[in-house]
Each structure stands twice: as C-alpha cells, then as structure tokens.
C-alpha cells in the first residue's frame, strides 16, 4: 500500500541490461523506488522480505517464464502485488496468454518511455487508493498541495492559477515523459483535443518563468516540435 509522500515500491525483472537500465532511468527520475533482477531466482529470493506496489516482469527470462515467477510468489503470500508483464510477443494468442496467466496488464516490447509510466502510473492508481489520493508533490525545492491550492519555491509561496497549478502538478508526476499537447488538454482541461491547444503554450510559458523551471535553477521545460512537452532535470 503506497503511503502518503511515500514513494512507490517497484520489482523490475528484466534480464537484457540495456533495456533495463533505460527503464531504470526512467523510473528513478519519476521518484520510484526500484530493485532491479536479472533472473526469476534472484527475485524469489528477495520476494519474501520486500513488499512492493507493483511489478514489471519481463516475460522470457534466462531461468524461468514470467507466469512462473509469478505462480511462484502466489504460492508464497496471500496478497499478490499487481503485475504488469513485457513481452516481446504480440499476437492474439501470446496476449492472451499474458492475461490469462492472471497479470493485470502487458506491454509489447521496445515499449516507449511513455506508454511505460502511463501503465505503470495508472495500475497504481487503480488498486493503491492512498496513490490515486496523492495530494502533495516535493522535488528539489519545489513543492505543491493540490489539497491546499498552494505552491511553494524554496520555501516561498508562489501564486498560480488553478490551470497553472494543475499543470505543474501533471508535470512534475511525469518527470522525462513527453506530453502532447493534446493529452495535456485532455488531462488538464478536460477538453477536445482539437480545441484551443494554444493554451498549453501560453501556460507553459507562464509555469516556466514562475517556478523557475530553467536550466539555471536544475530543471528544463522544452518544447518538443509538433510533440509537445518534456519536463527534465538539468544536467
């Protein structure tokens, strides 16, 4: 169960290391804690001590079958935590599979970084309520209370619309994801994605300078051409 400013607990098993340490990457800068293993074995081992909010399972692994894995961890405890499975295989049969083996999700590999945390973002979501409820978010010196309407800057308070606020929020619980202009509409406003997409630009711009999201002070808000937008941390 993910706890309030608590973050949340993932179990990767995935044995291609490049692959992995690009996954890594992403969920370390969205503020995930992760334990990374390379067969089914090495995770059991750790299994029975560790407690996680969600599991990435590569489905072909050098000792084992994901599905095994997971049978394995069924038989171990009473509360099975909510698995999503990679696979490079994509037909009808091979999904199926994946979904009668009891996962909550899958992915078809190379997965983008977006789709990723989409899945992982919204499992989590669906069966943590405390998650779904996440009120606060502090990363480097910036904080905002959705609860509250209140953002703070190094201890400051900063004024922003309830658009803006809600914006940065969106933001910062995706850190390194690319976010389409209309998606943002979508998420944020509510609205058509074919409707008024300038306004994303104009609260960009606006967060940008408000919160200091620059190089400068450790952060980059880009524009992605005919994409959208990427929150960064700044080398």
Request: net charge negative; charged share 30%; with cysteine.
């Amino acid at each position: 169960m993910v706890e309030a400013n608590k973050k949340p607990r993932i179990a990767f098993l995935e044995d291609d290391l490049a692959y992995a340490e690009t996954i890594l990457e992403w969920f370390n800068e969205a503020g995930f804690e992760v334990d990374h293993f390379v067969t089914g074995l090495d995770f059991l081992r750790k299994f029975p001590n560790a407690q996680y909010d969600l599991c990435l399972f590569d489905w072909a692994l050098p000792d084992m079958e994901g599905p095994d894995v997971m049978v394995s961890i069924k038989l171990r405890s009473n509360k099975l935590p909510p698995i999503i499975f990679l696979t490079g295989r994509s037909s009808e049969d091979d999904i199926v599979r994946v979904i009668e083996s009891g996962a909550d999700d899958y992915m078809v590999k190379p997965a983008s970084r977006q789709l990723v945390m989409a899945r992982v973002n919204a499992l989590l979501r669906r069966t943590q309520p405390e998650y779904k409820n996440e009120t606060i978010c502090d990363l480097g010196g910036l904080k905002i209370d959705t609860k509250q309407r209140l953002v703070l800057l190094d201890g400051e308070e900063i004024k922003l619309t309830d658009k803006e606020l809600d914006l940065a929020w969106y933001f910062l619980k995706n850190v390194g994801v690319l976010l389409s202009r209309a998606h943002l509409m979508q998420v944020v406003w509510g609205s058509s994605a074919d409707i008024e997409t300038r306004k994303v630009d104009v609260h960009v711009s606006h967060l940008r300078t408000k919160l200091k999201l620059t190089p400068e002070f450790g952060w980059k808000l880009t524009s992605v051409y005919q994409q959208g937008y990427r929150l960064e941390r700044a080398e």
